[in-house]
């Protein structure tokens, strides 16, 4: 199973972007999606995560800003940033937690990565 992360750019502080990460086929079965990101020289953090049914979480510092949402009928997850600012700035990673058929263990799926540069 391929994640393909797409959306991100160059903004301006207080604008917005919305990225996607399609998986390439349906998942027999998935625990949470999640997205992270990593800045330079920094380790990678958590950022959103949405399981079933719709359950939702965010790092207190993107709380407010940032929405985690899915859609399951095209096996993709989506993250709208708003009011976005220069700290915000990183490559940006999607994650499914889950199996992709009913033999599988659970596991962690990756994508490739998006990067999302906020300008000041």
């Known amino acids: 199973v391929q994640l393909q992360a797409s959306g991100g750019g160059l903004v301006q502080a207080g604008g917005s972007l919305r990225l996607s990460c399609a998986a390439s086929?349906?998942?027999?079965?998935?625990?949470?999606l999640r997205w992270y990101r990593q800045a330079p020289g920094k380790q990678r953090e958590y950022v959103a995560a949405?399981?079933?049914?719709?359950?939702?979480n965010y790092a207190d510092s993107v709380k407010g800003r940032f929405t985690i949402s899915r859609d399951n009928a095209k096996n993709t997850v989506y993250l709208q940033m708003n009011s976005l600012k220069p700290e915000d700035t990183a490559v940006y990673y999607c994650?499914?937690?889950?199996?992709?058929?009913?033999?599988?263990?659970?596991?962690?799926?990756w994508g490739q990565g998006t990067q999302v540069t906020v300008s000041s």
């Open positions: 086929r349906r998942f027999f079965s998935i625990n949470a």
């Open positions: 949405i399981a079933q049914p719709e359950n939702t």
């Open positions: 994650n499914i937690y889950g199996k992709t058929t009913a033999r599988d263990l659970v596991g962690d799926y």
